[in-house]
């Protein structure tokens, strides 16, 4: 593991230089990196949300793009159209931000479903429909949409169907009282998060992910864990409080996600430490919790731990 060992510690320091005090959010996106899939990032504005993505592209070298979710966005806006072009009579396409391979969707609850059902097939297929005509995406392909948990004008629900897609829902809470004085000395000493350059962060190789993942694949996973993460995810479908469970794409990203945090660690096989680890941002948003349950102030978190507490551990 060792290509992995050096892709996370050198992540982990250098946007320890550009994102104060968010470790755990940081290696979920590494998490999410790895194992190929998307994520969610909710919290209140001004958390270094999109700062983190950037930096992370920057760090990748890979492309970036951003797409600011406004009610009035359109499904071409997002994937692109073919426009005629009168000098040769032709139609071309013209690409939308969806053709890259980290895309920032800004605030997507801010957008109507329609548009928000634009990335359904690019998150799930990496490639995008136009006109009848399939295009694909690049094979790093990954969305990392924001959210803001407490507003609710003038925003629009993700669909179960569009959670679903997410891999992890990583959750990004304000700063320790001595994270923010840090934050604040930063900036007084000259740090700018809208030039990034500045920095003069170290870049990893361009194909550090692709080498990455090939080490992911080499990861064991025992029969009786297998065993364990089904039982967790078939749980979530019978527990009182839920009305709607996870999926089985659910139960994949926990297997995967896992294999992930066992490479983290140094491991060539997935332990039930690894599982618990990462039940909840795999299983969080997953788990549609019935209107009683939300009445009495139950969390998706509390529902995902009763969960893993209930499920023996395999010996």
């Keep these: 593991m060792e290509q992995i060992g050096r892709l996370v510690g050198h992540v982990r320091t250098e946007m320890e230089r550009v994102v104060v005090g968010q470790r755990e959010a940081i290696d979920q996106m590494i998490l999410c990196l790895l194992c190929g899939g998307h994520a969610i990032l909710e919290g209140v504005p001004g958390l270094a949300k999109t700062l983190s993505v950037k930096a992370m592209a920057r760090l990748l070298q890979v492309s970036f793009h951003r797409v600011q979710c406004t009610p009035d966005l359109m499904p071409a806006d997002v994937i692109g159209t073919n426009v005629f072009n009168p000098a040769t009579a032709q139609f071309a396409l013209r690409r939308g931000p969806v053709f890259t391979d980290l895309l920032l969707v800004d605030e997507i609850n801010r957008t109507p479903p329609r548009t928000q059902s634009a990335l359904l097939e690019a998150m799930e297929e990496r490639q995008v429909t136009i006109d009848g005509e399939r295009h694909p995406l690049s094979e790093l392909f990954t969305v990392f949409a924001t959210l803001n948990p407490v507003e609710f004008e003038g925003t629009y629900p993700l ?157």
């Design 159 to 315: 669909p179960e169907a569009q959670l679903d897609r997410f891999l992890v829902k990583i959750l990004i809470d304000y700063p320790a009282p001595g994270v923010e004085e840090d934050v604040l000395r930063r900036h007084e000493q000259g740090f700018d998060a809208r030039d990034i350059q500045r920095m003069d962060l170290a870049p990893l190789p361009a194909n550090a992910i692709a080498e990455a993942r090939g080490e992911l694949a080499r990861i064991r996973v025992e029969d009786a864990l297998v065993r364990y993460i089904a039982a967790l995810v078939r749980r979530t479908r019978e527990w009182p409080s839920v009305s709607l469970g996870a999926s089985p794409r659910g139960a994949i990203g926990l297997l995967g996600v896992a294999k992930a945090v066992a490479a983290i660690e140094g491991r060539d096989f997935v332990i039930p430490d690894d599982v618990k680890a990462i039940a909840r941002p795999v299983l969080r948003h997953r788990v549609i919790l019935k209107p009683e349950a939300q009445l009495e102030s139950v969390t998706p978190d509390q529902v995902v731990e009763e969960i893993v507490r209930s499920v023996e551990i395999p010996k």
